[in-house]
């Protein structure tokens, strides 16, 4: 029998005052969360997972939320509180301390304007009085144990200066510092790449072993859910469906709606003998293929060559450039109308760089990126706008790519009110038919971006980047913060445009299942380089790099029985890929190992 649980939610109801009247986050639930042990709650965006764990900090007050019944008792060592009715300086010894959290938005967790080192030590120095030497070793410490390169380079650097990836991993090492007896873990590598979503699951289950810690973790990724759950509950629309051991819910369970989660899950290796994209599993409906219009065979949309970007590293009493960061180097491929390309890699990889630089976001260092043969590295002013019009980019972080201070439907409107296209009741009609492809509801239409959940935002992104029909779409990330059933919509939607607009897609992702079902073509990145290319179907059943293995073995599985242990992650530190400024790299050679199937030669 197991004894008193660390955490223990009672009848918990929690209500939103908003203009339109009270909206319920949670109804009434309740659950337990005991020492060592791994609950996970999944659900649809929106469900109540998140507002569930931000009750236990007694965050959820912060954004305009209300307890309004049930009790949440924290056993904290020495005695068990009330945390609905805990006084506000006593939640602050507890916060931090014995409950850590890791959020879903890293950029909103982190301070902009602290460096990383002083927010890691923050939280030692406050609740375990250590000194700045004592504090700061430990940061060192905790970043190591992250895997994150460099760690005594990142201690002065600044969050914006990190990759997503990285971010998400300084948040969790702060998550840690204090070593809680409950952590709470939102969405916590929605962030990260396949590798390092292995290594990090496998130090959070390290962590609750060798510790006792227990971990509240909430997540949509049900191969996740497979690989570190002990028990598991199922929410929707504010209530538990079902609960469960991780056996009984993959293997039997009960409710409707968690049949249909776990029916809408895409699993590595289900594409096999298969050359086109398949339509995404959705949640109680029919999947049915999407008919292609134009079955000629396309002409090149998009031809990068020889595309490299570099930043250069400030240092020195001058801040003179001293380094160069190598972040995209020699990178050529091309992507047909009505196709998709996915570039695939670990975080710093130079994925986002790529997509960034062939829309002129941020400046190449040499290449060309020909569009219809036109190349966009030589347009400047009114030609490149008008260029982007055609091209439009779906960036991982829905929080930050959205204005907070204006409503849903301008933001969507914005685009077609900036080219002059229409106006009106005409631009009403088409921003109401945007959300309706996204499946939103109209009435989000006059709210702000703080008031949606995060798959909501992302969704709102997307309705953005279609409002100008755009030829070509590159999706950053697009659909790594939304739970299975609306991540199924969402690549539907993404395919039927394709079929129907012959829109070409440029996808970049870490989701490997999800890459394998969307793509036509991949390309797997590493430090910058397309280490392999080729059809899709190629690199998922005969990779030849041993990169792309690595990738490929690191993929979580939706099945509790094929859980990964951590001494079967044998990865390797990431080199830096910051270099001296006369540094001149070796160009890219590749080998053809079979039609259009591309591998990159020792350098």
Do not use: W
């Not at 009434?28 to 709650?41: A, P």
């Not at 979503?197 to 191969?223: N, Y």
């Not at 999947?287 to 240092?315: M, Y």
């Not at 044998?570 to 001296?580: H, L, M, T």
Request: charged share 25%; net charge negative; hydrophobic share 40%.
């Amino acid at each position: 029998m197991l004894d008193q649980p660390v955490a223990s939610i009672k009848n918990l109801r929690v209500e939103f005052a908003t203009r339109s009247g009270t909206v319920v986050g949670v109804e009434d639930v309740s659950f337990d969360v005991h020492e060592g042990e791994t609950v996970c709650i999944v659900g649809e965006s929106g469900s109540g997972k998140s507002v569930s764990a931000l009750s236990l900090m007694r965050l959820v007050e912060f954004g305009g939320g209300e307890i309004a019944n049930g009790k949440l008792l924290f056993d904290r060592g020495e005695d068990v509180v009330d945390v609905a009715t805990t006084k506000t300086e006593a939640m602050r010894r507890i916060r931090g301390n014995q409950i850590g959290m890791i959020f879903q938005e890293p950029m909103t967790s982190l301070n902009p304007v602290f460096t990383i080192g002083r927010q890691l030590s923050e939280g030692l120095r406050l609740h375990k009085k250590m000194t700045k030497a004592q504090a700061e070793e430990r940061v060192l410490e905790l970043l190591r144990e992250v895997r994150i390169p460099e760690p005594e380079r990142r201690l002065t650097q600044y969050p914006h200066e990190l990759s997503g990836g990285m971010r998400q991993r300084v948040v969790i090492a702060m998550a840690m510092a204090c070593k809680p007896r409950l952590l709470i873990c939102d969405e916590p590598t929605t962030a990260l790449d396949v590798t390092i979503q292995a290594e990090i699951l496998a130090l959070i289950d390290r962590l609750k072993r060798e510790s006792g810690t227990a971990v509240m973790f909430i997540t949509h990724d049900m191969a996740v859910v497979a690989q570190m759950a002990d028990r598991v509950i199922v929410m929707f629309r504010g209530n538990k469906v079902e609960e469960g051991t991780v056996d009984q819910i993959f293997n039997a369970p009960q409710h409707d709606y968690t049949k249909a989660l776990l029916g809408a899950v895409p699993k590595l290796g289900e594409m096999a003998g298969t050359t086109e994209p398949q339509p995404m599993q959705l949640m109680g409906r029919e999947s049915k293929a999407f008919e292609v219009k134009n079955k000629a065979e396309p002409e090149v949309l998009l031809e990068v060559n020889n595309l490299t970007t570099r930043f250069d590293v400030k240092g020195g009493l001058l801040r003179r450039n001293i380094a160069r960061v190598h972040a995209v180097e020699d990178v050529s491929f091309k992507i047909k109308q009505g196709q998709t390309l996915s570039l695939v890699g670990e975080s710093g990889c130079g994925k986002s760089s790529c997509g960034r630089s062939i829309l002129k976001l941020v400046t190449p260092h040499s290449g060309e990126v020909l569009v219809n043969g036109r190349n966009m590295l030589d347009l400047d002013g009114d030609e490149l706008r008008m260029a982007r019009r055609d091209m439009q980019m779906v960036f991982q972080d829905p929080f930050a790519s959205l204005n907070p201070t204006m409503k849903l439907f301008d933001q969507v409107a914005e685009p077609l009110e900036n080219f002059g296209i229409m106006g009106g009741q005409e631009l009403r009609d088409k921003v109401t038919e945007l959300f309706d492809r996204v499946e939103l509801p109209r009435s989000f239409l006059h709210r702000f971006p703080h008031e949606m959940s995060g798959g909501q935002r992302q969704r709102v992104a997307i309705a953005r980047a279609l409002a100008l029909s755009p030829k070509l779409i590159i999706a950053d990330e697009a659909v790594s913060a939304l739970d299975v059933s609306v991540q199924a919509q969402v690549l539907n939607l993404f395919m039927e445009l394709q079929a129907e607009l012959g829109i070409s897609i440029l996808f970049i992702s870490h989701d490997m299942a999800v890459v394998e079902r969307v793509s036509h073509h991949t390309a797997v990145m590493y430090l910058g380089r397309i280490v392999e290319i080729g059809p899709r179907a190629q690199i998922f059943e005969n990779p030849q790099h041993e990169y792309t293995k690595t990738l490929l073995s690191a993929v979580p599985v939706a099945d509790p029985s094929r859980r990964k242990v951590e001494k079967d992650l044998n990865f390797k530190p990431i080199p830096s890929p910051i270099f001296p400024m006369d540094y001149e790299p070796k160009p890219s050679v590749y080998t053809e190992v079979s039609p259009e199937h591309f591998v990159l030669q020792d350098i």
